[in-house]
């Protein structure tokens, strides 16, 4: 039978048959897994510490703050108004890097700006990609911390020294609560928070941590600031 001699040529053996549904559901499974590790692995969220993606413009922090000197809230105009800070809009940056000539001083035509002038032209966003992602089951507040005296170097880090914006602290449960349990060693007067580079005045010998903890003392009765069960209560932060 020239049939089943083809079949027995081909025959693989027969514990085969019981690895091919292993085989077919790792096959499957591997499919789905695979995009699930790879968009989750980039996801701002489990990166964390050190995450610093490329954005579509090489915008720099360094330069516009720590050089240009302009002020966060000249982009992030809601910070202190309400949860989200805002990214600036392109119309902000063309307040400056607009093709017409001689807006302050700004050079022309700059292929690292192409994607702001297409933006410009179309009128769709630039698509900057987001760097911090706390869980959404967090409720957070930019306007609850940025008026009572929490600068955002305490949380972002000397982001007027970054070229490339990377988060440095790991915005986990017990990172806030560390805050929480005793603001006063973080405190400062409300007109210093986008100031990054503020240092409590020492008196005497005091160390600086001791000025912080004067200061920070002071601001917390001077600011009303609530009091640590509040501030370590689940509902102040899942709500
Ligand atoms: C001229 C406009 C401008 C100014 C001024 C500015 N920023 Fe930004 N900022 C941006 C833009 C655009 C982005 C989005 C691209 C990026 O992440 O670099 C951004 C992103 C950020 C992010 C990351 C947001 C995220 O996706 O998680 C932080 C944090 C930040 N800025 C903090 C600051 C702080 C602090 C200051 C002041 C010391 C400041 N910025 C001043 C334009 C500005
Ligand atoms: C207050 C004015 C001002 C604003 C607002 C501003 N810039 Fe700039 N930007 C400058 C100056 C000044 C330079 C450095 C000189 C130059 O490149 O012409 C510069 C340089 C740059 C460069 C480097 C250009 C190159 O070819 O080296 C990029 C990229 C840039 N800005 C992006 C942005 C983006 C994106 C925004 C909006 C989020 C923005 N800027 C808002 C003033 C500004
Ligand atoms: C108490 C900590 C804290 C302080 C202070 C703080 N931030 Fe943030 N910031 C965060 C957290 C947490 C996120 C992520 C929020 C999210 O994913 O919902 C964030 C996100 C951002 C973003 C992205 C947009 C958004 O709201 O998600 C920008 C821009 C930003 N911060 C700028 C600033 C600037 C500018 C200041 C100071 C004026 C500041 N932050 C002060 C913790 C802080
Ligand atoms: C560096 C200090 C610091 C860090 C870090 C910090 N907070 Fe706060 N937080 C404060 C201070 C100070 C207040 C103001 C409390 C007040 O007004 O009595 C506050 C207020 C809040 C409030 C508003 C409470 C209310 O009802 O008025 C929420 C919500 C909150 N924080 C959530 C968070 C979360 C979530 C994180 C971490 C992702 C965080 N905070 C990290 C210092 C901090
Ligand atoms: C100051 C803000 C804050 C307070 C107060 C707070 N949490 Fe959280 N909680 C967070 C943040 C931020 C996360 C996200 C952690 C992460 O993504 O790693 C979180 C995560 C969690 C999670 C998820 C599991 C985990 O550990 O990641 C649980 C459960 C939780 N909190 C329960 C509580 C309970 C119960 C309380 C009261 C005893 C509480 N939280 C108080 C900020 C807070």
Same mark, same amino acid.
């Given at each position: 039978? !020239? *049939?089943? /001699?083809? /079949?027995?040529? @081909?025959? @693989? !053996?027969?514990w085969v048959n019981y690895l091919l549904p292993l085989l077919v559901i790792g096959a499957v499974g591997g499919a789905l897994y695979a995009p699930v590790i790879v968009n989750y692995g980039f996801s701002a969220k489990t990166l964390n510490v050190g %995450?610093? !993606? *490329?954005q579509p413009v090489p915008y720099s922090h360094e330069l516009h703050v720590g050089e240009l000197g302009i002020d966060c809230k000249y982009c992030h105009t809601t910070v202190d108004k309400a949860a989200f800070a805002a990214i600036p809009p392109t119309s902000t940056c063309m307040n400056c890097h607009s093709n017409q000539p001689n807006v302050n001083g700004v050079k022309k035509g700059s292929v690292k700006l192409a994607p702001v002038y297409d933006s410009y032209a179309t009128g769709k966003?630039? *698509?900057?990609?987001? &760097?911090?992602?706390?869980?959404? %089951?967090v409720y957070f507040n930019h306007s609850a911390h940025v008026n009572k005296g929490v600068s955002c170097v305490s949380c972002h880090g000397r982001v007027d020294k970054m070229e490339? &914006?990377?988060q440095v602290k790991p915005l986990s449960m017990s990172w806030c609560l560390d805050c929480h349990r005793a603001p006063e060693k973080h405190l400062r007067p409300v007109e210093e928070v986008t100031n990054l580079a503020w240092k409590p005045a020492v008196q005497g010998n005091e160390t600086e941590e001791e000025a912080q903890l004067r200061i920070g003392e002071e601001l917390v009765k001077k600011y009303q600031i609530h009091n640590k069960a509040y501030m +370590? =209560? $689940? =509902? +102040? $932060?899942h709500r």
């Open positions: 039978m !020239p *049939e089943k /001699n083809q /079949n027995q040529r @081909f025959m @693989f !053996p027969r %995450y610093a !993606p *490329e966003p630039v *698509e900057w990609i987001k &760097v911090h992602d706390l869980a959404d %089951y490339v &914006v990377e +370590t =209560s $689940c =509902s +102040t $932060c």
